[in-house]
């Protein structure tokens, strides 16, 4: 069993190595602009998840994934080349959901800020629907309060 920290460093390694391969020397014209986001290794150093993004439409993103699929042998057998680990890792390509969360994240945002603006506009017309000072106090302070009012009447 490897410990957390040697398959830490896989997991770097292999995205360095999949990005290079992606960028240098995968020639599949279905691959489109794809970033290798994250990789993460398991414990045995057996089996290596990528994470990866692809810039586009749907169809781009389905032609891109169909496109590692194809390429995952060669990228397997230059990770085993580069890494010089005993067992070469299974690859696995999933694509990563960042783009669809973060877009979800600005919606929401937005949708609060509008909805904050709205209760805005409307708190600056309002008035109170009782009192302006709800507050009990003690005796004393109404008697000082009864004697201003008395007196600002008079004016």
């Known amino acids: ?33 794809v970033t290798v986001t994250d990789v993460r290794v398991t414990g045995d150093l057996q089996h290596a998840t990528v994470f990866y993004t692809v810039y586009g439409s749907d169809e781009e993103r ?36 960042l783009p669809e969360t973060a877009a979800s994240l600005e919606d929401a945002l937005r949708t609060a800020k509008e909805r904050d603006s709205e209760l805005a506009a409307r708190a600056s017309g309002a008035s109170y629907a009782g009192d302006a000072d709800p507050y009990k106090r003690p005796a004393d302070e109404l008697d000082e309060l009864d004697a201003e009012d008395a007196t600002d009447g008079e004016r």
């Open 62 to 97: 389905a032609a891109s994934g169909a496109a590692l699929e194809s390429a995952k042998g060669l990228i397997r057998s230059e990770v085993g080349r580069q890494t010089g680990v005993r067992l070469t890792p299974t690859l696995e390509f999933v694509p990563d959901a």
């Open 1 to 33: 069993m490897a410990d957390a920290p040697r398959a830490r460093r896989l997991a770097e390694r292999i995205q360095q190595v999949v990005a290079r391969m992606l960028d240098t020397r995968i020639k599949d014209p279905r691959l489109g602009f």
